[in-house]
C-alpha cells in the first residue's frame, strides 16, 4: 500500500536548521511531483516547496533563500533543509505526492521557539 512517513521535526530555536524527510512506498516515486506543505494553528495548508521529477524546484515566497527542497529517486525519499527558521515557520509539514493520484503524509510538527 501506499505510505509517505515524514520524519525530523522537533523543537528548535530561531535562527536554527532542521532536516525533514519523508520515506515513500507503494508507488513510483520518481514519476510524481514532491511537494511539501506546512499548516499552522488557525491557518489553511499552504505549499511551501515543490519539486518535479526532473528536479525543477518551486518554493513559497516565504521560505525562499531558507529551505531546500530535495529529492532522492533510489532511496525513494523527499528532504527539506530548513534553515534560518524563525517562529511563523511553526506548523505541521505534511509530505504530497502528485501526479496520477494525490497521496499525503501524516506529518511531522515543527515547533520554532526560544
Known amino acids: 500500500q501506499v505510505q509517505l512517513v515524514e520524519s525530523g521535526g522537533g523543537l528548535v530555536q530561531p535562527g536554527g536548521s532542521l532536516r525533514l524527510s519523508c520515506a515513500a512506498s507503494?508507488?513510483?516515486?520518481?514519476?510524481?511531483?514532491m511537494r511539501w506543505f506546512r499548516q499552522a494553528p488557525g491557518k489553511e495548508r499552504e505549499l511551501v516547496a515543490a519539486?518535479?521529477?526532473?528536479?525543477?524546484?518551486n518554493y513559497a515566497d516565504s521560505v525562499k533563500g531558507r529551505f531546500t527542497i530535495g529529492r532522492d529517486n533510489t532511496k525513494k525519499t523527499l528532504y527539506l533543509q530548513m534553515s534560518s527558521l524563525k517562529p511563523e515557520d511553526t506548523a505541521v509539514y505534511y509530505c504530497?505526492?502528485?501526479?496520477?493520484?494525490?497521496?499525503w503524509g501524516k506529518g511531522t510538527l515543527v515547533t520554532v521557539s526560544s
Open positions: 519539486i518535479g521529477t526532473g528536479g525543477t524546484t
Open positions: 504530497n505526492a502528485w501526479y496520477i493520484e494525490d497521496y
Open positions: 507503494g508507488f513510483t516515486f520518481s514519476s510524481y511531483l
